[in-house]
């Protein structure tokens, strides 16, 4: 029985994983596969790969992209999720923000540098034509911290995938002023170079059970039911955002990473590109 140290964010896209543990599926193919929540998200996660505390992630593309660059040894092996991420766009119960157009120099609420929150924050800024060069940020490490951060006013407003904290919408604690998708598919599976080397028939077989699951994931009965309970969302909210969502079963294409790099590269948040080799490998 080989161990795989696994992580990723305790949100529904990661559910087919929790249901491939239940039914033992990793462990009738010799995989000890030990899954780590980690609600920090992409910086967190980035962080933990570099540290070997880790050896595959899923992952947010634009997050991990940036972190190969500047030199985390892991490469993209797949993409996991093919649609975008829908980043709602939160100020406080009590904001005097009413409008997107307000948070032009409002102080942006962050997981940490290098995060999908820190990096989406920078992508919305260049779309609403402000300086994303001159965000000023507060790390609030979860999404815990960033009700903290826009309740007491050390922060203005917080991007977070928007089902996900819609529930905080529906209690009055934050209120909804927009979304911003991400141009490009949104999760991806990174895994340390070192590990990819060692045991690529691991990596492989670990990728074979995960994609049979996403690829019948959707079609299950009562997907809706079962989703709403366990992430305590209206059910009526799960069945839009599964509309949303389309999980993936190959490799990140090179027009994909070129956006990608294109983007940070734009917006001063990497200072140079790679080839499809430095960031990307097959399995």
């Known amino acids: 029985m080989q161990t795989l140290q696994v ?36 910086g967190k996660m980035c962080q933990m790969l570099r540290e070997g505390l880790a050896d595959v992630a899923i992952i947010l593309t634009e997050g991990i992209v940036r972190d190969i660059l500047a030199g985390n040894p892991s490469r993209i092996i797949q993409e996991y999720v093919a649609s975008p991420l829908l980043w709602g766009i939160h100020v406080g119960a009590a904001s005097r923000f009413k409008q997107l157009s307000d948070l032009n120099g409002a102080k942006v609420a962050i997981s940490r540098m290098g995060s ?11 779309q609403q034509g402000w300086d ?8 609030v490490h979860t999404i815990d911290g960033a009700v903290d951060a826009l309740t007491n006013g050390t922060a203005d407003y ?13 209690q009055g604690i934050f209120r909804h002023l927009g979304d911003c998708p991400t141009p490009w598919p949104c999760f ?14 691991l990596i492989a077989q670990t990728l074979n059970i995960i994609n049979e699951q996403t690829r019948k994931f959707k079609s299950q009965p009562h997907l809706d039911l079962i989703l709403a309970q366990k992430y ?10 599964l509309s949303l969502t389309e ?23 990497i200072d140079k590109k790679g080839t499809f080799a430095d960031i990307v490998a097959s399995v």
């Open 158 to 170: 917080f991007m977070w995938e928007h089902f996900m904290t819609k529930p905080l919408v529906d």
């Open 132 to 139: 994303a060069q001159n965000l000023s940020f507060e790390m």
């Open 232 to 241: 305590h969302q209206k059910p009526e909210d799960i069945r839009e955002w």
């Open 247 to 269: 999980w993936s079963q190959k490799n990140i294409s090179p027009q994909v990473l070129n956006q990608v790099q294109n983007q940070l590269w734009a917006l001063g948040l």
């Open 188 to 201: 991806v599976v990174a895994v340390r170079q070192e590990v990819l080397q060692k045991h690529p028939e």
């Open 116 to 126: 999908g929150s820190h990096l989406m924050a920078c992508v919305h800024a260049e």
């Open 7 to 42: 992580v990723g964010v305790p949100e529904h896209f990661n559910y087919p994983w929790q249901q491939a543990l239940e039914k033992g599926l990793f462990t009738a193919s010799g995989i000890d596969l030990q899954w780590t929540d980690v609600p920090e998200g992409t």
